[in-house]
């Protein structure tokens, strides 16, 4: 009991830490792919997990909000609208690229760690407060988030949002059907 | 932050929402107004560059304005006046093209408006953060630009194969910045640069995280081994789009490039350098190399625009002020004999991909002796001949790396330059000294527009290539700006 | 030690027991109200027969569905199918974990100290629910696809669509609350209404209309049921599921009507206080415990939801998703500027 309320954060971190892992491993070993996007899920709700332990109540809420809850759904949407019920493995693909991926997955692995290993090292990293801080007091995340993204960050917020109509318009322009363009197959003139 | 802080942000407002107003125009217009569209896309470019000449001009050296986002100095008024400029040819090379095609205008002109708006915030970003949105909003522009083609399957190609590379890029350059902050608590270029050089002990973290924003960097202008992209989008790109994406993008990310490494990360010069020498050479050398096989003149043109960045780097190389202006000098010389290139090569895409193959280029001279006379122009300044705009050019950017003492490096390039010529000269010889087929003969299209466009940048090289110095003094304002020299 | 294990152990499972235990009973009998209400809105008399008036007919349709056969289809994905009555149900149970249907209270002076009744006030409650609510659309659109039926898998298309297109206006309407109360926080959003003098759906009406359509749309409820459209798609979604799986969707929704009206009624309605609360001449109205005030007005929207249920028809697919995105999102956007002006004009 003692063991517990004493390293409670670090029990719930490790727990969540090894489920967000666990669910990225799903993501590519199951065959199915709803499987595959439970998957993925499931790791979005235990990194959300992992902000609230981090103080960061906010990221957290909108992770759940957001991924889960948004482009997970879209995500399944589509997979259903598809209908692939199970990839088949390709064993071609696998065989000619797999010392590729091997590769750099190793080098990626490597580059995280790294960072991890310096981070550690370094400095310790502000604590809860820190994440709460706006102008030297001390207020809830959702504040803090909000004070420093629409007072010091407001070029590149504003910004962001010429690039999600950007987007937008890419997906449109992608996705529409155009009248007269149909069945031309290509070719300005043919 | 006052609102005062606002008014050198004007011009990059007024361009937003010029982009908003030609969008909405070009819905209610649908597939008509093609050239009425991109002059007022023009008119909006020219407007954003007086606001720019009344507002945002710096007072007095470099300040920052709205909480440290964006720098005010000559810096980025070169960059968002070079971008501009490219924006605004590209605009009206394109309306004709726009017009034979079967694709609606007003996306196309709202997009490069964007990706302009995208480039002027990369010119003049002082914060890691704003840099990086500044680029993702010119990079999204691109991609769908690229396949705005969307019937055709090599459109589609080419914008697939540079979205998914172009986010890992951009995957890398991030986490590039995350160990930097990590590594310094700031995202600010000025903190960074002061955080540089009061420490002098090797810090792995921070090195790493610089290696890896030059990754991004080198990506983002195609340079080698982060160039495999290129040739295929720029192939498949609508011709117009590959002319754009050739030049105002790269002279973008060069201007992030020199106020990342000539800036922020100058007093760690000798960490990075060796990196930077090796990317030069091997952009040098594997760019010309792969464009001497090249049949197909944008494919030729995509390595030759390698090569290029890899010319340009080599004054990053360098780390002098020298090899700042001289970097600066030659984004604006390329960007004017690349377009210029570019134009010919709309100009004979009349029938499918005709004007694409080195072979249609055979006998123009007889039969259009301007146009031929042009296109020599324009190959010979990308290869570095006198008296063109593009000997001068290298010229600058080689010495400023001799007087660094990276003499092999030099030599490397001006060995390249010289394989270069071949390639170039393919096309004129195919243009003077063959027969072309005269059964069929690829007509050239007659445009008003495009014509008056490659005048002025046939204008542009021979002045240049005669008279440099005003760009050249241009440039040198802007080494103060980055604080060197 | 004993303190500590009373306090974060042995009254918060207290709490969560009772929580659940009421709320399960409620929604047991929101079913028999809902027959009810529909009945004598059709002049019918409604079920009648088991125990006095019909008032044991939950109870036995409890019983039924507990001791029925689970059926699960042959073709089904098994994991997924059986996952996916619980991916409904947790998320529309969490939700109750951080609604303040009362405000701390010595319970009669039972207590030794005032303790809120509510499991846990937290900082973004209100961001809390919104997310957990959007999780719960995974049990329908997972309940269609495993089911490896074609109406199933229809109804949880248009489930997936219609949510998450409706998430978005809900959000704005949501935000203009958050911009009166300047809190995410469900105990503060109370507090800030009891603090203005006002109950937010003043200022808010629109906002409030937004959101209990949207409400109404993230429910399946009727006008906005396609997902189980009985006419197209037999039972939709749950066309295939049985007994107790059956019946979680069948609970969970009316679990999540509950969500939305609680939530309505702290957002707009002042939650537990009674009207007026600072007219002093009325304060004879606080002889009524506060979680009967916030019991009130819960049961309010709860009727309106069924009143919709015995007035409107459906709609159809394409208006529905008009209704979101060329009027809902556009009125929800237009409401926060005027309602973010308002504020900064009163508060300054």
């Known amino acids: 009991m003692a063991f517990l309320s004493a390293h409670f954060v670090a029990i719930v971190f490790y727990v969540l830490a090894v489920l967000a892992v666990a669910g990225g491993v799903g993501v590519i070993t199951f065959k199915n792919p709803v499987h595959s996007a439970l998957s993925l899920l499931g790791t979005f709700l235990m990194v959300a997990g992992l902000f609230v332990l981090r103080h960061a109540e906010f990221l957290g809420a909108v992770q759940l909000l957001v991924y889960a809850g948004g482009i997970m759904v879209l995500f399944l949407f589509v997979i259903m609208l598809v209908n692939v019920r199970r990839l088949s493995p390709d064993a071609a693909f696998l065989s000619r690229r797999a010392p590729l991926a091997v590769l750099s997955g190793v080098v990626f692995g490597a580059l995280i760690a790294f960072g991890v290993l310096a981070g550690s090292l370094g400095h310790p990293g502000g604590g809860a407060t820190a994440l709460q801080m706006v102008q030297g007091h001390v207020m809830g995340n959702t504040e803090a988030v909000g004070w420093t993204l629409y007072r010091h960050f407001l070029v590149p917020f504003e910004i962001v949002s010429v690039v999600l109509l950007v987007a937008m318009i890419g997906a449109i322009i992608f996705g529409r059907k155009d009248a007269g363009l149909e069945g031309r197959g290509g070719r300005m003139e043919p | ?485 | 030690m004993h303190a500590a294990l009373i306090q974060f152990i042995v009254i918060p499972v207290v709490k969560i027991a009772v929580i659940l235990g009421v709320v399960l009973l409620v929604v047991a009998y929101l079913t028999f109200a809902e027959r009810k209400i529909l009945a004598y809105m059709q002049v019918r008399l409604g079920p009648n027969r088991v125990g006095p008036k019909g008032w044991l007919q939950p109870i036995a349709d409890g019983l039924k569905l507990f001791v029925k056969e689970d059926l699960i289809p042959a073709k089904a994905e098994k994991a997924v199918f059986l996952l996916a009555p619980a991916m409904i149900m947790i998320p529309a149970l969490l939700a109750f974990s951080v609604i303040p249907f009362a405000p701390a209270t010595k319970l009669f002076g039972l207590l030794p100290k005032a303790i809120p009744p509510y499991v846990t006030d937290i900082n973004i409650a209100l961001l809390f629910v919104l997310g957990i609510s959007s999780i719960g659309v995974y049990g329908i659109i997972l309940g269609g696809w495993s089911s490896n039926n074609k109406f199933s898998l229809m109804g949880g298309l248009r489930s997936a669509a219609q949510m998450v297109s409706y998430e978005v206006p809900m959000g704005f309407a949501i935000i203009a609350v958050l911009l009166m109360a300047r809190s995410l926080s469900l105990v503060q959003i109370v507090k800030a209404q009891q603090a203005a003098h006002l109950w937010f759906f003043v200022p808010g009406i629109l906002a409030l209309g937004i959101y209990f359509i949207c409400g109404v749309a993230e429910t399946n409820r009727n006008p906005f049921d396609l997902p189980e459209a009985e006419s197209e798609l037999v039972a939709g979604f749950h066309t295939e599921y049985s007994g107790m799986k059956f019946a979680f969707f069948f609970l969970a929704e009316y679990t999540n009507m509950l969500v939305v009206s609680s939530l309505a009624t702290i957002m707009f309605f002042g939650g537990w206080l009674r009207p007026f609360p600072n007219v002093a001449w009325l304060s004879f109205l606080g002889v009524v415990p506060p979680v009967i005030w916030f019991a009130v007005k819960v049961a309010g929207f709860i009727f309106v939801y069924m009143w919709f249920r015995g007035t409107f028809p459906r709609y159809r697919f394409d208006q529905l998703m008009q209704v979101g995105w060329k009027w809902l999102i556009p009125l929800s956007l237009a409401n926060l500027v005027i309602v973010g002006a308002g504020v900064l004009l009163v508060k300054g």
């Open chain 2, 1 to 485: 932050m006052s609102l005062s802080q606002f008014i050198p942000f004007l011009p990059e407002i007024f361009l937003a929402v010029a982009g908003f107003a030609i969008l909405l125009a070009g819905i209610s217009l649908g597939k008509r107004g093609a050239r009425g569209l991109s002059l007022l896309s023009l008119g909006s470019l020219a407007v954003t560059a007086i606001l720019i000449w009344v507002v945002g001009r710096p007072v007095e050296g470099a300040h920052t304005i709205l909480g440290g986002m964006l720098f005010v100095d000559t810096f980025a008024v070169y960059f968002k006046l070079l971008t501009m400029t490219a924006s605004g040819i590209v605009l009206l090379m394109s309306a004709g093209y726009l017009e034979r095609s079967d694709y609606s205008p007003g996306e196309f002109d709202a997009l490069i408006l964007f990706a302009t708006l995208g480039m002027m915030i990369m010119a003049s970003g002082a914060n890691l953060v704003s840099l990086y949105v500044g680029l993702e909003l010119m990079a999204l522009s691109q991609y769908v630009l690229v396949g705005y083609f969307k019937l055709e399957l090599k459109s589609n190609e080419g914008a697939v194969k540079y979205f998914v590379l172009g986010a890992l890029s951009s995957g890398v350059l991030v986490y590039g910045i995350s160990l930097l902050y990590g590594a310094l608590g700031t995202l600010d270029l000025g903190a960074i640069r002061a955080a540089l050089t009061a420490s002098d002990t090797v810090n792995w973290t921070l090195n790493l995280g610089i290696i890896l924003v030059g990754f991004g960097m080198l990506f983002k202008v195609a340079a080698v081994p982060f160039h495999v992209w290129t040739p295929d989008a720029y192939e498949g790109a609508p011709t117009p789009v590959t002319a754009f994406i050739s030049v105002g993008p790269k002279a973008a990310a060069f201007a992030m490039f020199l106020r990342l490494f000539l800036g922020a990360f100058h007093p760690e010069l000798a960490q990075w350098r060796i990196v930077m020498w090796i990317a030069a050479a091997a952009t040098v050398i594997y760019g010309n190399i792969a464009a001497l096989t090249q049949d197909n003149v944008k494919r030729m043109l995509a390595y030759s625009s390698i090569a290029h960045a890899g010319y340009a780097l080599i004054g990053i190389v360098a780390g002098t002020a020298m090899g700042l202006w001289s970097v600066m000098v030659y984004m604006l010389i390329y960007t004017f004999m690349n377009l210029g290139a570019f134009g010919f090569v709309i100009m004979l895409e009349t029938r499918g991909y005709a004007g694409e193959r080195v072979g249609d280029y055979a006998g123009l001279a007889k039969r259009h002796p301007g146009a031929a006379a042009g296109m020599l122009i324009f190959m010979l300044s990308l290869a570095g001949i006198p008296p063109t705009a593009g000997f001068m050019g290298k010229l600058y950017v080689f010495s400023s790396a001799v007087q660094a003492g990276y003499i092999w490096l030099v030599v490397i390039a001006v060995v390249m330059s010289a394989v270069s010529l071949y390639y170039y000269f393919r096309i004129v010889v195919e243009m003077y000294l063959k027969d072309g087929d005269e059964d069929e003969p690829a007509p050239l299209v007659r445009d008003r527009w495009l014509d008056a466009m490659i005048g002025l940048c046939v204008f542009v090289t021979l002045f240049l290539g005669v008279y440099p110095a005003p760009v050249v003094g241009l440039a040198q304002s802007g080494v103060h700006a980055l604080g060197l020299g």
